[in-house]
């Protein structure tokens, strides 16, 4: 699998969760509730922005330079960092709610850029076997999360 297709699937779990936190978030009674909701998100744009990081921006670096659309990947990733940083402190409902919503927009749009312009460019650039490369890698990092998510107990029955 090329690592473009491993990002767009994430993008689709991901679409899923910033769907349900824009259906859950009006009906908010607390920033507590927000934060609970938002705690659903964290992880999956964690790890995601991450292997970004890690595998993607590199390789494209390594062949269109830092500036351009990676900087603004980079700005965004941080954005979206930050916006949850202050999520997690504030204590006023309608605070929290401006928040998520942001966060809601920039995630989108931000996946948006990549569906639209940065991974068109990896298929581009890097190729069909530096894509299929960096795929293995990123199934290779999602193995160990995978494994260390399973030996957690369950609270399942």
């Known amino acids: 699998m090329k690592i473009t297709e491993a990002f767009l699937g994430e993008h ?3 679409y899923a969760l910033l769907n349900h936190l824009e259906q859950e978030i009006p009906n908010a009674e607390s920033s507590g509730e927000v934060q609970s909701q ?7 744009l964690a790890s995601h922005a991450q292997l970004e990081d890690l595998l993607l921006f590199p390789a494209l670096e390594s062949k269109i330079g ?15 960092d930050e916006t949850l940083g202050r999520l997690l402190e504030v204590r006023e409902l309608n605070r929290a709610q401006a928040l998520i919503r942001h966060l809601l927009l920039v995630a989108r749009e931000h996946f948006a850029k990549e569906e639209k312009v940065l991974f068109p460019m990896a298929e581009q650039v890097l190729g069909e076997m530096e894509l299929q490369s960096l795929g293995k890698q990123w199934a290779e990092k999602r ?13 399942m029955p």
Do not use: W
């Open 143 to 155: 193995q160990v999360s995978v494994s260390v998510a399973a030996a957690l107990p369950s609270c």
């Open 12 to 14: 689709g779990v991901i």
């Open 38 to 44: 938002a705690a659903l998100l964290i992880p999956a």
């Open 66 to 80: 830092p500036a351009g659309p990676l900087t603004v990947m980079r700005f965004e990733h941080n954005d979206i």
